[in-house]
């Protein structure tokens, strides 16, 4: 089977980066995509990895090492908006993504 | 905007209850899914349709029954659910083998 793993919470102040981490456990190739969701609503996509290597969409950056079977999401410049769960997800191409169990983020200021 | 709409976006039903979950997508993506998302839990894929054709259920039990009449609109027909069932209930699209799934917002179901 497959699984995730993710911090279930992470707690940071307005401007500071945090790393949201995730590896997982699979029997074949996958690639590592993010989602981000806020309460109440749909998670929506974030970035996707089919390869190694490292991502970068403004403020987010995506990372995924195939071969560790890791990856993470970096925030920077972090703002309030950004207090959401963060969902690692994991598929392959023709399948369906499995998703992680979320990371709560809570952004003060 | 993600393109997926569903209906209704709440919904209180009892156990012998009948109901149905309405999703509608008009991109002309291929591969149509529903998730489950429970409370302190990861998003559960239920069921997976590519191209009209259902290629995944992931163990679901019988009372949830998914319908898929065309490309456009994905159905999840509920019938004598249980307390435990009550979630969200999210679909989602995707072009077939594609890695960027586009969620609608969901519907929230509770079981009295």
Redesign the interface.
């Given at each position: 089977g497959q699984s995730l793993e993710q911090p279930s919470e992470v707690t940071a102040v307005e401007g500071a980066i945090v790393q949201i981490n995730c590896t997982y456990q699979t029997s074949g190739f996958y690639g590592l995509s993010w989602y981000q969701q806020h309460d109440g609503g749909a998670p929506t996509f974030l970035s996707y990895n089919g390869l190694d290597g490292l991502e970068e969409t403004g403020r987010f950056s995506s990372f995924h090492s195939r071969s560790e079977s890791y990856g993470y999401l970096l925030l920077q410049e972090l703002q309030m908006k950004d207090s959401a769960s963060y969902f690692c997800a994991v598929g392959q191409a023709g399948t369906a993504l499995i998703f992680g169990k979320g990371t709560t983020l809570s952004v003060s200021s | 905007e993600?393109g997926v709409t569903q209906t209704p976006r709440h919904l209180v039903m009892g156990m012998t209850n009948k109901k149905s979950l309405k999703c509608e997508q008009h991109l002309g993506h291929n591969a149509m899914?529903w998730?489950k998302q429970s409370a302190?839990?990861?998003?559960e894929?239920m069921f997976?349709y590519n191209f009209k054709e259902q290629t995944?259920n992931n163990s679901v039990p019988s009372r949830f029954s998914p319908e898929c009449p065309n490309s456009s609109h994905l159905f999840l027909h509920l019938h004598t659910l249980q307390p435990e069932d009550s979630a969200l209930y999210?679909c989602a699209r995707s072009q077939?083998?594609?890695?960027?799934?586009?969620?609608?917002?969901?519907t929230q179901l509770s079981v009295l």
């Open positions: - | 993600t899914y998730y302190k839990k990861p998003l894929l997976v995944e999210l077939v083998g594609g890695e960027k799934l586009f969620f609608g917002s969901g």
